[in-house]
C-alpha cells in the first residue's frame, strides 16, 4: 500500500517558474517545466503528505536511497561524506548519516536525528553523526530555511576541480541547471571543518540563491527543497566537473571552447531547475537502487519509494 499522500494534481509550487505555450487553438496557455516536458499526461507534483510519520518516512527513505546512488557513482571516501535533511515536523532538526557506515549499506533505519545544539534527539544512537558535518550542515540549514536538504562528498572529479576555486563554465546544458547565482565557491580551506565559525562562513559563501558550491580543496556541496533535489545536482556537478576537466585538457592542446551563451543558459536554467524538474530527475535512480536492493532501504512505514504508478 502507497504512503497516504494529498495530491494536488500538477501542482505549482513556489519555486515552479512557468512559461507560456500556444495551443491548437492559437490560445497561450501557462505550463510549468515539468508540464512542458510531459508529453501527454504530466508526470505528478512533489507528493504532500496526510500526516509528518508518513512524510518522515518518505524522507528517510529516500534519503537512504540517495545514498545508495552515491555509493554507486564512487562518491565515497572513508568516513567522509554526509546528507542531512530538515524534519519536516521539527524544523530546527536534521536527519544525517551515521560515521563510519558505507553509503551503500544505509537504511533509512539508520539515519541520527540531530538539533542545532549538536544533540542527538531521534533515530539511530548506536552511532555518532559526523563532527564537522553537523557543523557544515547545521549553520546551513539555520541561514537558509528554503532548505531541506544538503549534500557533501569527497568525489574523485569535484576534489580535482576545487583546487582551481573557480565556478564551473557553461559549457554544456547540463551544466547550465547551476546558471549564475545558482552556483557558489567557497574559497577558503583551513583544514576539517571542526569551528562553528567557518560552517558560517561557508553558509554564507552559498548565499540565498545557491543550489551548488565548489569547496576550494576540499570538494562539492549541493542544496535543495528536497532529498531527490539535493542529490540529482550533486551527482550532476561531480560529473560536471569530470566534464569540465576533460574539456578543458583538450582546450590545453589547442582546441578552443565554445561556451553556452548567458541568454541559452538562463533558458535551460529556467526551464530545468525548478524543484518539480530536479526532484523528478532523481527519481529514475532512486528507482533503480530500489530494485537492485529489492527495498531493502526502506522505511518499514513507507510501502512504495517511488510515485505510485510509475
Given at each position: 500500500?502507497?504512503?497516504?499522500?494529498?495530491?494536488?494534481?500538477?501542482?505549482?509550487?513556489?519555486?515552479?517558474?512557468?512559461?507560456?505555450?500556444?495551443?491548437?487553438?492559437?490560445?497561450?496557455?501557462?505550463?510549468?517545466?515539468?508540464?512542458?516536458?510531459?508529453?501527454?499526461?504530466?508526470?505528478?507534483?512533489?507528493?504532500?503528505?496526510?500526516?509528518?510519520?508518513?512524510?518522515?518516512?518518505?524522507?528517510?527513505?529516500?534519503?537512504?536511497?540517495?545514498?545508495?546512488?552515491?555509493?554507486?557513482?564512487?562518491?565515497?571516501?572513508?568516513?567522509?561524506?554526509?546528507?542531512?535533511?530538515?524534519?519536516?515536523?521539527?524544523?530546527?532538526?536534521?536527519?544525517?548519516?551515521?560515521?563510519?557506515?558505507?553509503?551503500?549499506?544505509?537504511?533509512?533505519?539508520?539515519?541520527?536525528?540531530?538539533?542545532?545544539?549538536?544533540?542527538?534527539?531521534?533515530?539511530?544512537?548506536?552511532?555518532?553523526?559526523?563532527?564537522?558535518?553537523?557543523?557544515?550542515?547545521?549553520?546551513?540549514?539555520?541561514?537558509?530555511?528554503?532548505?531541506?536538504?544538503?549534500?557533501?562528498?569527497?568525489?574523485?572529479?569535484?576534489?580535482?576541480?576545487?583546487?582551481?576555486?573557480?565556478?564551473?563554465?557553461?559549457?554544456?546544458?547540463?551544466?547550465?541547471?547551476?546558471?549564475?547565482?545558482?552556483?557558489?565557491?567557497?574559497?577558503?580551506?583551513?583544514?576539517?571543518?571542526?569551528?562553528?565559525?567557518?560552517?558560517?562562513?561557508?553558509?554564507?559563501?552559498?548565499?540565498?540563491?545557491?543550489k551548488g558550491m565548489v569547496l576550494r580543496n576540499h570538494g562539492l556541496l549541493t542544496?535543495?527543497?528536497?532529498?531527490?533535489?539535493?542529490?540529482?545536482?550533486?551527482?550532476?556537478?561531480?560529473?560536471?566537473?569530470?566534464?569540465?576537466?576533460?574539456?578543458?585538457?583538450?582546450?590545453?592542446?589547442?582546441?578552443?571552447?565554445?561556451?553556452?551563451?548567458?541568454?541559452?543558459?538562463?533558458?535551460?536554467?529556467?526551464?530545468?531547475?525548478?524543484?518539480?524538474?530536479?526532484?523528478?530527475?532523481?527519481?529514475?535512480?532512486?528507482?533503480?537502487?530500489?530494485?537492485?536492493?529489492?527495498?531493502?532501504?526502506?522505511?518499514?512505514?513507507?510501502?512504495?519509494?517511488?510515485?505510485?504508478?510509475?
Amino acid at each position: 500500500m502507497a504512503p497516504s499522500a494529498l495530491q494536488v494534481e500538477q501542482p505549482v509550487t513556489p519555486q515552479t517558474k512557468q512559461i507560456a505555450t500556444r495551443s491548437k487553438d492559437d490560445v497561450v496557455t501557462e505550463l510549468t517545466p515539468l508540464q512542458a516536458i510531459s508529453q501527454g499526461v504530466c508526470l505528478p507534483g512533489i507528493p504532500l503528505f496526510s500526516s509528518y510519520d508518513k512524510h518522515r518516512a518518505w524522507i528517510l527513505s529516500h534519503m537512504a536511497g540517495a545514498f545508495r546512488v552515491f555509493a554507486r557513482n564512487n562518491l565515497t571516501e572513508g568516513m567522509s561524506g554526509h546528507i542531512s535533511v530538515r524534519d519536516p515536523e521539527h524544523p530546527h532538526t536534521f536527519w544525517t548519516n551515521p560515521l563510519g557506515k558505507h553509503f551503500g549499506l544505509l537504511k533509512a533505519s539508520d539515519m541520527v536525528l540531530v538539533d542545532y545544539s549538536g544533540a542527538v534527539v531521534g533515530g539511530n544512537q548506536s552511532r555518532p553523526a559526523n563532527a564537522a558535518g553537523f557543523l557544515i550542515h547545521s549553520a546551513i540549514h539555520k541561514a537558509r530555511p528554503d532548505v531541506n536538504a544538503a549534500c557533501h562528498c569527497h568525489g574523485i572529479a569535484g576534489k580535482a576541480w576545487s583546487a582551481f576555486a573557480k565556478p564551473l563554465e557553461m559549457i554544456n546544458q547540463d551544466v547550465c541547471y547551476l546558471y549564475g547565482e545558482a552556483q557558489a565557491v567557497y574559497e577558503d580551506f583551513g583544514g576539517v571543518v571542526f569551528t562553528e565559525e567557518e560552517g558560517v562562513r561557508l553558509a554564507a559563501a552559498l548565499g540565498p540563491k545557491g543550489k551548488g558550491m565548489v569547496l576550494r580543496n576540499h570538494g562539492l556541496l549541493t542544496v535543495g527543497g528536497t532529498v531527490d533535489e539535493a542529490a540529482f545536482l550533486y551527482v550532476l556537478m561531480e560529473r560536471s566537473c569530470d566534464v569540465q576537466l576533460r574539456a578543458d585538457a583538450a582546450a590545453a592542446n589547442g582546441i578552443p571552447k565554445v561556451l553556452v551563451d548567458d541568454e541559452a543558459a538562463a533558458y535551460t536554467f529556467k526551464m530545468a531547475s525548478d524543484a518539480e524538474s530536479l526532484y523528478w530527475e532523481f527519481q529514475p535512480d532512486l528507482e533503480y537502487e530500489y530494485e537492485m536492493s529489492n527495498g531493502a532501504f526502506k522505511h518499514p512505514d513507507c510501502d512504495e519509494v517511488v510515485w505510485p504508478g510509475y
